[in-house]
């Protein structure tokens, strides 16, 4: 019952958030579900005990959560509402601030969000990529006020570029701004450190490593994805494989299993755990606060967590658990970051279909992994494919294959290039012995890319189609998870936890099952 309750919560409160998102809202909406979840409460707590009285408490709750996601989006509006900036759209203004995050530096441009002092907002500035500016920099920016308007991509969809901004907390930007560095050393003492140890550890590298190798070690360890540049970033898209250079909850897990492997050697079992979630907020910080590092680590967090306690960790419990807390936090993230969106699909795809898939799997062999990084990618591109051809719009048709072959060298290649950056620090001379193996294992990752995206069939456009289709998909997609589930799970309750333990125990199975098939030596038609 308690699973449910949770899930009809989680449910209502997504739809609410989704629909106040989408088509705006108005307290009066939320009161009158409020009214309306209590007389269900009411029409349940005093109807017949019966299998069907527990619709109307699932209901109440449901309604309940849809409720307060319509007022977190009406209280998130009101910080949108009454812009002072919104009288200077279309003027040339001159504007003081700080750069309240690390700057991005694209191919062309470079991105500063800047805060400013007057009005206690945020504003995109748009400048010269050469330029040298940092977090914490106070400055003086000189230029035109606009509103972010949606354009067209290349694969033919609606980017809405004024929702997207409006999930980092912007609302107006400034295009080719003349910008002055009037002080430094501004922001968070503690983020202001972690970002110059960010950009020493880059520097280091590029002192000893060329290009394009260079920029994939920053995108698989720091998630640069600009440090790619257009060509590559475009055949890793071909190919299937930008998640890694945008640091997957893959990524985070490997850096998670090397901080706790490194703490067992200098902490008590314990103290391990507390380190290690201060030591994943740390890295969250650095790498920047995107959706996928967020839910990552908030992951993270709950499996050290409930290690401390001694309690079983509920892997979906604890992801829809990460997803709310998120929510709550910036409730945009839901219908305007496509991050979020994949990124909370895909591990959802992972928990639960990549167990169901591994008994057709049992032949593929477990060396270097192979097995599981073959299972993970069917599951994971499977359950993001809907959304991934709605938003973006191209379909990568050696994805899976792709990531077989990656996937393995990512742990061994993100491992060098920390080497070799830490190395560098200390001697130059022996960064370069380093060097070779790092920029091999990279070199690896990138000719495998370019090879598979150079095949005339490698990805594909597929036209623009209508939301519904995104819905109809997952609905299929749900039928036959369910149908696959339903001969291994015994419970009648379709929303149970399904725990790390009741994988390990299907797993088993499933081995000493093969074991025993392979074991007999007369074939079944002679039986």
Known sequence: MSNLLFYAGVIGLCLGIGLGSLFGT?????????????ALALLWRHGKPCSQSVIPLLLCVGLSGAACGLVRVEVADWSFADSTLQSAVGTEVDLIGTIVRDPEVRERTQHLYVQIDEVDEIILVYTDRHGSYAYGDHVTV???VRAPTAFATEFGRTFDYPGYLRARGVQYVM???TITVTDSGGGNPVISRLLGVKHAFMRQLERVMPEPQVGLGEGLLLGVKQALGDELERIFRQTGIIHIVVLSGYNIALVVIFVRYLLSFLFPYRLQLVVGVLAIVAFALMVGLSA?????????????????????????RGLFVAGVIMLLVNPYLLVYDVGFQLSFVATLGLILLAPQLER?????PTIAGIREVLLATLSTQLFVLPILLYQIGEFSVVSVLVNVLVLPMVPVAMLLTLATGLMGALSVTAALALTYPTSWSLSYIIEV?????ALPFAAYIVPAFSFWWVIGLYVALGYGLWRLMSPVRTTTDPFAEWTIEDEAVLKQRLQENSQYKRSQSTPPFFT
């Open 142 to 144: 000189s230029g035109e």
């Open 292 to 316: 996928t590092v967020v839910r990552a680590s908030l992951m993270a967090s709950f499996i050290l967590f409930a290690k401390f306690i001694g309690r079983t960790y509920a892997v979906i």
């Open 26 to 38: 108005t307290l009066p909406v939320a009161i009158w579900l409020m009214v309306l979840a209590l």
């Open 360 to 364: 057709w799997f049992l032949w593929v």
């Open 175 to 177: 295009s080719f701004a």
């Open 449 to 453: 890319a370019r090879w598979f995206a």
